[in-house]
């Protein structure tokens, strides 16, 4: 176990509503960054978060929006869902001088 | 887009024998990592072999990385049913300031008892 914890493990939702999945990081790592899995795919990086900044973003539309707390722990916000939403959100903590990512167990998102 | 490519996509072996996986990628790199994901739930590292290095090892695992050729591959050894999981391999490019993972697509790795 990480230490990484994420909430919910599950979700359904449907188009055109917003999500937020929640992310509390390993004790002591300050960066929390946030991918999208979609099925029998690799994790594709969203963005990351180093003290409540957004240091790093991939190719993802501006309805995709997070925020880091004091405590380091995140959020990740979907607005406007599309089909293609659907996938598994993974959350990662590390120091921000090591290159060490811990995962949590991450959120299914089901949009329908 | 992925950075990465595994080879093979898919792999069945049985257990006690070795299993090798390779992973290609495009651009240079600060460092390279393989993961663990066992049934589509969080993943697990592994490893993780920077870009001056040539060879690493843990426990049951030997990693290599060849810059010039831009590939690693990951070999198990001894394996078990346990090691049934998705391997993927992920880089941290040398270029820009955060330390984001540019994962491949993976390899299923399929071990019977």
């Known amino acids: 176990e990480t230490g990484v914890t994420q909430s919910p493990t599950h979700l359904i939702k449907t188009r055109g509503q917003q999500v937020t999945l929640r992310c509390s990081s390993q004790s002591g790592h300050n960066t929390v960054s946030w991918y999208q899995q979609a099925l029998g795919q690799g994790p594709q990086f969203i963005f990351q978060y180093y003290r409540e900044e957004e240091n790093g973003r991939g190719n993802f539309p501006p309805r995709f929006s997070g925020l880091q707390f004091p405590n380091y722990s995140s959020e990740l916000n979907v607005n406007a869902l599309e089909l293609d939403d659907s996938a598994l959100y993974l959350c990662?903590?590390?120091?921000?001088?090591?290159?060490?990512?811990?995962f949590g167990p991450g959120t299914r998102l089901l949009v329908l | 887009s992925q950075q990465g490519e595994e080879d093979p996509q898919a792999l069945s072996i049985q257990e006690g024998e070795n299993a090798t996986m390779n992973c290609s990628y495009k651009t240079s790199i600060n460092n390279l990592q393989w993961y663990r994901q066992n049934s589509g739930r969080g993943l697990v590292h592994l490893i993780l072999?920077?870009?001056?290095?040539r060879e690493k090892h843990s426990g049951r695992l030997r990693v290599t990385l060849d810059t010039s050729k831009k590939s690693s591959s990951l070999l198990i050894t001894a394996s078990r049913a346990a090691d049934t999981a998705s391997y993927f391999c992920a880089t941290v490019p040398s270029e820009g300031s955060s330390y984001k993972l540019i994962f491949g697509s993976g390899t299923r790795l399929l071990v019977r008892p």
């Open positions: 072999i920077r870009s001056n290095e």
């Open positions: 990662a903590s590390s120091l921000w001088d090591r290159e060490t990512q811990y």
